[in-house]
């Protein structure tokens, strides 16, 4: 006998937007518990600089630190990292970060657009 169907347990957001004259482009996957972002620029669209952190656990009433770590990267480069730690702590999920960029003055740019993002997946 036929099963039904279920709903899907994950969703895909992607954007692109203008900086300066670069085309940026965006990927939000959402699942149940955690979310994957990978942020890249037309030209260089590889999955690099791979990081996942976890969201802050709480010990006798109290908020410890968030856990991360980089699991893909040729540089060192702590981007991903240190942003998943930020959205894991915000959100209280598990987040898998992908940043891409050739410069860091983009960087602030796609962390407001991340933010706006998933404040309206998660609102």
Not at 9 to 22: A, D, G, I, N, P
Not at 35 to 55: H, K, Q, R, S, Y
């Amino acid at each position: 006998m036929p099963s039904e169907p279920s709903a899907p347990r994950f969703k895909v957001y992607s954007s692109s937007h203008l900086f300066q004259t670069q085309l940026l482009h965006l990927q939000v996957t959402t699942f149940e518990e955690s979310a994957f972002i990978w942020a890249g620029v037309d030209g260089n669209e590889v999955l690099g600089n791979l990081a996942v952190a976890m969201p802050p656990p709480t010990f006798n009433g109290n908020t410890l630190s968030t856990s991360s770590t980089t699991i893909l990267t040729k540089e060192i480069e702590e981007t991903s990292k240190q942003l998943g730690q930020k959205l894991a702590s915000k959100f209280g999920k598990q987040f898998f970060v992908s940043i891409n960029l050739p410069d860091q003055m983009m960087f602030s740019f796609v962390e407001k657009i991340i933010l706006n993002t998933l404040k309206d997946i998660y609102s």
